[in-house]
């Protein structure tokens, strides 16, 4: 990685502590919007995050050519 490595592995870091969800460990499960649990949400909101996250570390470390490889 060529640059701006403290910023992806703090990013990355991040993400991994928040997918843990210990915070909400021993609350009720309730149902919000469509009658979905509260956690469904917050799973696809993360995982959106997260697919966001990887496409953009793929665009910024793609090599410019074949021999960088």
């Known amino acids: 990685m060529r ?3 403290l910023t992806w ?3 990355f870091v991040f993400l991994f502590f928040m997918s ?3 915070w909400r460990w021993d609350d009720p499960v309730s149902l919000g919007l ?3 649990p509260g956690w469904l ?3 696809v909101v993360l995982s959106l ?3 966001l996250s990887l ?3 793929g665009r910024f470390y793609e ?3 074949e021999e960088e490889l």
Request: glycine share 4%; proline share 4%; hydrophobic share 45%.
């Open 3 to 5: 640059r701006h490595w």
């Open 9 to 11: 592995t703090i990013l």
């Open 49 to 51: 995050i997260l697919s």
């Open 34 to 36: 469509y009658n979905f």
């Open 63 to 65: 090599p410019d050519n």
């Open 55 to 57: 496409y953009f570390f």
């Open 41 to 43: 949400g917050y799973l």
């Open 20 to 22: 843990m969800d210990f």
